[in-house]
């Protein structure tokens, strides 16, 4: 008899996401924190602390991917200056379109 299929919480899948794509980009986050946020969809703390809004994982993957990576490359890179965006277009190649059909995040959306 096949086992039955685990449902996972928001928190499972958006932690193993960030956590699958710090692996790839070899960086190590302190600590994954899931979090009600109103006005943003993530945020890196310097002491790398990675924290993603919770309804992130309502939206379209590729946009989760784009979050993700975003916050995660800010262990690496402080600022959104040209090396950063270089890394992100190669690990998100259509990150700028990702950015621009979602620019904001508004409370009800």
């Known amino acids: 008899m096949a086992r039955p299929k685990m449902i996972l919480t928001a928190e499972q899948v958006l932690t193993r996401k960030a956590m699958a794509w710090a692996t790839k980009i070899r960086v190590n986050p302190t600590r ?5 946020l109103e006005t943003k969809w993530g945020s890196c703390a310097p002491d790398g602390v990675v924290t993603l809004a919770k309804d992130l994982v309502d939206m379209p993957e590729e946009f989760q991917d784009y979050v993700v990576v975003h916050e ?13 965006a270089a890394m992100m277009t190669v690990l998100v190649p259509t990150w700028r379109d990702l950015e621009a059909s979602y620019p904001a995040k508004l409370r009800g959306q």
């Open 32 to 36: 994954i924190v899931i979090a009600e």
């Open 72 to 84: 995660l490359l800010h262990l690496r890179y402080r600022s959104h200056g040209k090396t950063f």
